[in-house]
């Protein structure tokens, strides 16, 4: 046998082998989503006879190339059915090879990615950490993402947070299949990037993924990005008015449950697609502050509000990495200005502070609302300070570790960007034959970003496979690093009051409370993170 034949619950899948890696893409983990499965959990995916061609990747998820964000390429497939997962493992891996695995959830703001875009993303985890890497394909946009069960009906029921469902079916199936790819079940490790790392923290307050995963890593997570049904449900009427005008259709009332189901039902996906761009550029200021597409706090898969279940101690108490980028914000201009960032949008986001916090916090950003200021209060507002909050919580019942990106090319500089967000996944995946990542290495610092990302990815290996990020030393010493030695530091546990942090740069270093001052001052925002 080649090793590239593996049997499944469902059937038999046969891979690919490249550079020491095989691979299995496009595995259905779930039944189609369309037709009467459209708003539905998923389903049980139905077996196969014979042996199935897993070398490509499943289809997108629908949506748009030129929506808000810059969606799958148009030449990729796109369909419904695309509840698919793929997997890599190092050769010679066979099922009782009991190898730490890490699944990884794709970001784009809940609206556009695949766990496809990068077609090499994970290779290097495999071959060069010995990981049995995953990843998955979950619903976007308003089929995965709006509460729109005020439009279900008997005939067509709607369920709410489809999407999470969906990860949560992708994690099912690892933990009843992954040895077989040599996987240990015990040792997963669930991982994303900006909405993925969203689903992350999400999931780890949600009860029925209790035991589906040991640990998580949070990249960038806008932690309390989760709404109440009321919020998300005036969301979702908004979305019917909006997508009834796209449908052209002078008959409907869309105000009538049973015209919207039926408009929901049938729309064309790429109407939906493009009814949920839409709403997403209107929501920063109409909403400043919040997200359209995001978890819903449902009373039933999500009972509880994520950042209140992680200061009681309700969320899974797993050992947890999680950090943030040095300036989120800087990435969020033009069409994808979705943050904070105007003086009408921070007026409202500050409508019930009391005026001495407001000023507090102000001060931690001289020159609010001019360009630069404004990014660095808007990305703390999304990503940090919700992330701070998380660790400081999580730290009181689990294992925690918190980190910042720093390390910036040249490029990346020069451009105003630094180390803004999503710059690490170029560090940490060493995609730098794509077109942005020889771009950011075009002026230099190719060697620095390199090395960061490879420190980054050793210490995300070592957490998945013992649950601690731990590295061999540097033979110099703790903190001590020759020219061309990376230097490994010991990297804390985060707690209070040292809230002890990784900072991840040229040269790493471990920094008590960054920024403890901003911290301090964010603790007076109202309503409070």
Same mark, same amino acid.
């Given at each position: ?24 893409? $496009? ?19 139905? *077996?196969?006879? $014979? ?20 969606? &799958? ?66 619903? @976007? ?13 008997? =005939? ?25 790819? $040599? ?26 993924? =209790? ?45 009538? /449950? =049973? ?19 839409? @709403? ?8 400043? *502050? ?11 898969? @999500? ?50 502070? %009391?005026?001495?916090?407001? %000023? ?74 794509? /077109? ?45 690093? &020759? ?47």
């Amino acid at each position: 046998m080649d090793g590239l034949l593996v049997e499944t619950e469902l059937g038999a899948v046969h891979g690919v082998r490249r550079g020491g890696v095989r691979s299995w893409r $496009g595995i259905p983990f779930a039944a189609s989503t369309a037709g009467a499965g459209r708003f539905r959990a998923p389903r049980a995916a139905e *077996g196969w006879d $014979g042996v199935r061609a897993a070398h490509e990747f499943g289809p997108v998820a629908p949506q748009l190339r030129r929506g808000q964000f810059i969606g &799958a390429a148009p030449h990729l497939p796109r369909s419904e059915d695309c509840l698919s997962l793929n997997v890599l493992s190092p050769e010679g891996a066979g099922p009782t090879a009991g190898l730490p695995v890490m699944v990884f959830l794709h970001g784009g703001a809940y609206s556009v990615g695949s766990s496809g875009e990068y077609p090499r993303q994970g290779e290097l985890f495999a071959a060069r950490h010995g990981v049995v890497y995953v990843s998955c394909n979950y619903r @976007l946009g308003a089929l995965g993402w709006l509460d729109l069960r005020a439009y279900s009906t008997p =005939e067509h029921p709607i369920e709410a947070n489809l999407g999470l469902r969906d990860q949560l079916a992708a994690l099912e199936w690892v933990q009843r299949n992954i040895r077989a790819f $040599g996987g240990d079940p015990s040792r997963v490790t669930l991982f994303g990037e900006s909405a993925g790392a969203n689903s992350v923290t999400t999931l780890m307050t949600v009860p029925a993924a =209790e035991g589906l995963f040991a640990r998580a890593i949070a990249q960038s997570s806008p932690a309390n990005a989760v709404y109440p049904a009321e919020v998300a449900q005036r969301w979702a009427a908004e979305y019917v008015r909006l997508l009834s005008r796209l449908v052209d259709d002078d008959d409907l009332d869309s105000e009538a /449950p =049973e015209d919207a189901a039926r408009m929901l039902r049938t729309a064309d996906p790429t109407v939906l697609a493009r009814a949920t761009t839409e @709403l997403a550029v209107r929501t920063p200021d109409e909403n400043p *502050g919040t997200i359209s597409l995001a978890p819903v706090i449902d009373g039933e898969l @999500l009972p509880w509000r994520p950042l209140d279940a992680f200061k009681e101690g309700r969320a899974h108490r797993v050992p947890l990495v999680i950090g943030t980028n040095d300036r989120e914000g800087s990435l969020f201009e033009g069409r994808i200005d979705i943050l904070p960032t105007t003086k009408p949008r921070i007026r409202a986001i500050f409508a019930n502070t %009391k005026k001495k916090a407001r %000023k507090q916090i102000k001060r931690q950003y001289p020159g609010l609302p001019d360009r630069r200021p404004a990014a660095d209060f808007a990305g703390d507002f999304t990503f940090w300070f919700p992330s701070v909050k998380l660790a400081e919580r999580h730290a009181r019942f689990a294992p925690t570790w918190s980190y910042r990106f720093d390390a910036a090319p040249r490029m990346a500089r020069l451009l105003g960007l630094d180390a803004t967000h999503g710059l690490e996944l170029f560090a940490l995946f060493e995609k730098f034959d794509t /077109p942005v990542g020889v771009g950011l290495t075009v002026l230099g610092d190719r060697g620095m970003f390199v090395a960061v990302g490879r420190r980054m990815q050793a210490r995300w290996a070592a957490f998945a496979a013992s649950g601690r990020p731990e590295l061999a030393r540097s033979p110099l010493g703790r903190g001590e690093a &020759a020219p061309g030695d990376d230097g490994w530091l010991d990297w804390p546990q985060y707690a209070e009051p040292e809230r002890l942090t990784l900072i991840l740069d040229r040269r790493d270093r471990v920094e008590a409370d960054p920024r403890g001052e901003r911290r301090v001052a964010w603790q007076r925002f109202v309503p409070h993170v």
